[in-house]
């Protein structure tokens, strides 16, 4: 029985109302920010790849924290929010997704807050390279659907902003943790988000075009 307890301890997400209400107004913020690169197509396969890069990789980043007994919430950044807002706008050509982190206290040796770090990340580039290979399957029998495409490269873009080295993103921690895996992991964000941009007739100069 108390191994039971442990083990759904560890495992079990808790929420409180307060990140709740903070995850509701980042994953809006995200969403606005992600239509705005599909210039504002109300659809609700769109939102749902989206909401999902950005709740899923939030939530990596606390289920692993929680798995190692730290406290771990999620909570709106004011000038991220503000940023991300910002970035929103259709005219403006840079996209900012960090409205948030997952705020974390317990403690974590330096290769545990790394690991915490890299989850987030890596629940993207899972995503993204699902969604690239059910298309490419279903590309080899004529009844691929470009939306699969816009579900790879909004993995690879929240995985590559991510992993970008400052800021206070995850690729700083990462890159101070172990930078042999945070050249990996940025090379595969790029990889997928370039990739799923050739597949989709973007062009790889389209990413230059679109974020520089």
Same mark, same amino acid.
């Given at each position: 029985?108390?191994? &039971?307890?442990?083990?759904?301890?560890?495992?079990? *997400? &808790?929420?409180?109302?307060?990140?709740?209400?903070?995850?509701?107004?980042?994953?809006?913020?995200?969403?606005?920010?992600? #239509?705005?690169?599909?210039? =504002?197509?109300?659809? /609700?396969?769109?939102?749902?790849?989206?909401?999902?890069?950005?709740?899923? +990789?939030?939530?990596? +980043?606390?289920?692993?924290?929680?798995?190692?007994?730290?406290?771990?919430?999620?909570?709106?950044?004011?000038?991220?929010?503000?940023?991300?807002?910002?970035?929103? *706008?259709?005219?403006?050509?840079?996209?900012?997704?960090?409205?948030?982190?997952?705020?974390?206290?317990?403690?974590? @040796?330096?290769?545990? +807050?790394?690991? $915490?770090?890299?989850?987030?990340?890596?629940?993207?580039?899972?995503?993204?390279?699902?969604?690239?290979? $059910?298309?490419?399957?279903?590309?080899?029998?004529? @009844?691929?659907?470009?939306?699969?495409?816009?579900? $790879?490269? =909004?993995?690879?873009?929240?995985?590559?902003?991510?992993?970008?080295? =400052?800021?206070?993103?995850?690729?700083?921690?990462?890159?101070? /943790?172990?930078?042999?895996? /945070?050249?990996?992991? #940025?090379?595969?964000?790029?990889?997928?988000?370039?990739?799923?941009?050739?597949?989709?007739?973007?062009?790889?100069?389209?990413?230059?075009?679109?974020?520089?």
């Amino acid at each position: 029985m108390r191994i &039971r307890s442990s083990l759904y301890d560890m495992i079990y *997400l &808790r929420f409180s109302k307060t990140e709740i209400l903070n995850l509701a107004i980042a994953t809006a913020l995200v969403a606005a920010v992600g #239509m705005s690169l599909y210039r =504002f197509q109300f659809r /609700w396969d769109f939102l749902a790849i989206f909401i999902s890069a950005f709740l899923i +990789h939030e939530l990596g +980043h606390k289920f692993l924290a929680q798995f190692y007994r730290a406290w771990a919430e999620f909570r709106v950044l004011f000038y991220g929010a503000v940023v991300t807002a910002i970035s929103a *706008l259709p005219f403006f050509p840079f996209k900012f997704i960090a409205p948030g982190a997952v705020m974390i206290s317990g403690n974590l @040796s330096v290769a545990r +807050h790394g690991r $915490v770090s890299l989850i987030g990340p890596l629940t993207n580039l899972a995503m993204g390279v699902g969604f690239l290979c $059910v298309y490419l399957i279903l590309a080899a029998i004529d @009844s691929a659907s470009p939306i699969l495409l816009v579900g $790879v490269r =909004f993995n690879g873009f929240i995985g590559f902003f991510n992993m970008i080295p =400052f800021m206070g993103l995850d690729g700083q921690k990462i890159f101070g /943790w172990n930078k042999i895996v /945070w050249a990996l992991t #940025m090379a595969g964000a790029i990889g997928l988000f370039i990739g799923g941009d050739i597949l989709s007739g973007g062009g790889s100069t389209g990413f230059l075009r679109r974020f520089f």
